[in-house]
């Protein structure tokens, strides 16, 4: 059997929105960014300028779209294919992923 290559998948939650700040639970409310998510998403560009990145999956949501949309700018924003993704809101619904992604974000 052929190995297929393997390719490099970054998975980038969406920047903060005062929702999160308050820790109030979003599931599917279209929240958007606060000053503080803008601040994360150009963090995000600054680590992911240099990665081969040619498509991206969001949720239509605004923070997961605008996340997306600051951290990849420049020449390279017209290049990418961005794929609005309605079944991506799922993860948004799972609490267990949530709270594990919270805790290894706390605990890094």
């Known amino acids: 059997m052929k190995e297929l290559?393997?390719?490099?998948?970054y998975f980038l939650r969406h920047s903060?929105?005062?929702?999160?700040?308050?820790h109030r639970a979003m599931g599917s409310q279209d929240i958007p960014l606060n000053n503080r998510g803008?601040?994360?998403?150009?963090?995000?560009a600054e680590l992911l300028k240099n990665e081969p990145?040619?498509?991206?999956?969001?949720?239509?949501?605004?923070r997961a779209r605008k996340t997306a949309d600051i951290a990849?700018?420049?020449n390279?924003?017209?290049?990418?294919?961005f794929i609005k993704c309605s079944t991506?809101?799922?993860i948004s619904l799972n609490l267990a992923l949530t709270f594990l992604i919270s805790f290894l974000i706390l605990n890094q």
Do not use: C, H
Request: net charge neutral; charged share 15%; hydrophobic share 40%.
């Open 38 to 44: 803008v601040s994360q998403g150009l963090n995000a």
């Open 72 to 74: 990849i700018t420049g």
């Open 16 to 22: 903060e929105t005062d929702w999160n700040f308050e």
């Open 88 to 90: 991506a809101m799922l």
């Open 76 to 81: 390279r924003y017209n290049q990418i294919n």
């Open 53 to 62: 990145i040619t498509t991206i999956v969001s949720s239509p949501l605004r």
């Open 5 to 9: 290559p393997l390719k490099p998948f």
